[in-house]
DNA sequence: TGCGTTACGTGATAAAATCACACGCGTAAA
DNA sequence: TTTACGCGTGTGATTTTATCACGTAACGCA
């Protein structure tokens, strides 16, 4: 899959080289997997991975996956900002998806507001066994 | 804050050591500074920490924060098991919370189904400001 | 041309987590 | 009692993840 120019951000060279190697991609990237993969573009350091990928998640482009410690490109519609991103990871195949869902961002806005909260960011991580694994399951 | 010998499941000595440590501190603790904590008991190398913290993850008395790579006691009630689990995280004093929130729970159970995924465990993380900080904002 | 800002390159280092292997200690089978 | 095994532990090395610090190059703009 590629991305529309049109709707693309004024990109780094390294960002767009980090978001083609992330893109191009089924399952999450770990950082370090990204510096492997762009080698050959000459990309050396560990720096210039990390940076594109701040840059990117600043963006809005790119989400961190705390849990596997690995990135994703943002599918989500972009026209409302989303404060909360919703992560499904399958633990068998590796697998990530983000979806939206407005009942549980609804629900999240709740919940800052019973705790007096200002909630900036949220991010549910759900983790278990995709569809697919699900069926071929021991 | 001291706990109930009662419902205190077999723990092993570091688990015991780790589980104070944890709980006798406002904030959420990292291993590493665990590890400085309970060096004057003895503990001198990182895995003995990373050793309890397993155990106590399993024994579903202590959590981890992803976001910030620190642990925290659980304190939900542990009468019916939670597969979600939501925190608050304060970015302004770096104070964490666990709440509970059914409406959540049922809504990532929702979204579980609705991508006929097979949820094992879900964690919410909210960042923001803290009642108190948000009052204390400039 | 000179100046400031932004991106980039690079080596070192820090922070977080795991591996691998050995030892002690209880306990249950022989 | 002795042997064998599991489990928790101790320990040093190593891997993985992320950041710091500093210098240089590229670009926009007065």
Redesign the interface.
């Known amino acids: 899959m590629t991305r529309d120019p049109e709707t693309t951000l004024a990109l780094t060279r390294n960002e767009e080289r980090v978001l083609d190697a992330l893109a191009s991609s089924e399952k999450p990237q770990k950082a370090y997997d990204l510096l492997e993969t762009l080698k050959p573009q000459g990309v050396k350091a560990p720096m210039t991975v990390y940076r594109a990928l701040d840059g990117l998640t600043e963006k809005g482009l790119v989400h961190k996956i705390?849990?596997l410690n690995a990135y994703i490109v943002c599918e989500s519609d972009h026209a409302h900002d989303h404060a909360s991103q919703?992560f499904?990871i399958?633990?068998n195949c590796g697998d990530a998806?983000e979806?939206d869902?407005c009942?549980?961002e609804a629900?999240?806005k709740?919940?800052?507001e019973a705790?007096?909260?200002?909630?900036?960011?949220?991010?549910?991580?759900?983790?278990?066994?995709?569809?697919a694994c699900?069926g071929a399951?021991s």
Not at 115 to 131: P, Q, T, V
């Open positions: 705390d849990a919703i499904v399958c633990r998806r979806v869902d009942g549980v629900r999240v709740d919940v800052a705790n007096a909260f200002a909630l900036a960011d949220a991010r549910l991580e759900m983790s278990g066994l995709c569809a699900r399951a």
